[in-house]
């Protein structure tokens, strides 16, 4: 069983710098085989792409909403991907979630479908 966890979720005022985490566990997953994505989901909306990473962290790709504000990164020793999100804005308040995808590819991918495992989630507000 997979279990990916979120963490760092808050109220800050926009403007302001938030860190989200995602641990990932499971008996037989490995983390270094999963490339990694952050998700968002804000109240009345269909859930969007935020950022992704590649298994080995050497591919990045993000929304355009965020580039250039948000960075994701990650430790295959520690199983954790971040995202660290600058400069926020009201618009970026929604539940983030993490997700793995197994791949034996170097590439980031951008799309939900292409996910098998989820996070619950962890609510982001940015206040103006």
């Known amino acids: 069983q997979v279990q990916l966890v979120e963490s760092g979720g808050g109220l800050v005022q926009a403007g302001g710098s938030l860190r989200l985490s995602c641990a990932a566990s499971?008996?037989?997953?490995?983390?270094?085989?999963?490339?990694m994505g952050w998700f968002r989901q804000a109240p009345g909306k269909e859930r969007e792409f935020v950022a992704a990473?590649?298994?080995?962290?050497?591919?990045?790709v993000y929304a355009d909403s965020v580039k250039g504000r948000f960075t994701i990164s990650r430790d295959n020793a520690k199983n954790t991907v971040w995202l660290q999100m600058n400069s926020l804005k009201p618009e970026d308040t929604a539940v983030y979630f993490c997700?793995?995808?197994?791949?034996?590819?170097?590439?980031?991918?951008?799309?939900?479908?292409?996910?098998?495992?989820w996070g619950r989630g962890t609510q982001v507000t940015a206040s103006s």
């Open positions: 997700a793995a995808r197994y791949t034996r590819t170097v590439g980031a991918s951008m799309y939900s479908s292409e996910y098998e495992y």
């Open positions: 499971g008996r037989t997953f490995t983390f270094a085989m999963h490339a």
């Open positions: 990473i590649s298994r080995t962290g050497g591919a990045t």
